[in-house]
């Protein structure tokens, strides 16, 4: 009662065999097997390292001291008078 025998999966088995064909399920099961390989073969390229190609080089600014723009510490500096 309720429990699913093997009688019960032969019927299923069948009805599947006559709306699909033999052909149709042969072929669907190749495109499986197909995608398989191709997500293996993709998953196996991921894993290899690609080559580091050389970066733009390191650019660097010099500081140049007494630049313009710069303050003394006389001209900043506030006077109390007393």
């Known amino acids: 009662m309720g429990g699913a025998s093997i009688w019960h999966w032969i ?9 699909f064909g033999r052909g149709k399920i042969s072929d669907l099961m190749g495109d499986v097997a197909k995608g398989i390989k191709a997500f293996k073969k993709g998953m196996s390229e991921d894993d290899t390292p690609k ?8 650019r660097t600014i010099d500081h140049q001291a007494g630049a313009t723009g710069t303050q003394t510490n006389a001209a900043t500096t506030d006077h109390k008078v007393g």
Request: charged fraction near 5%; charge should be negative; avoid cysteine.
């Open 11 to 19: 019927v299923v088995g069948l009805i599947v065999v006559l709306l």
């Open 51 to 58: 080559p580091v190609q050389p970066s733009e080089p390191v």
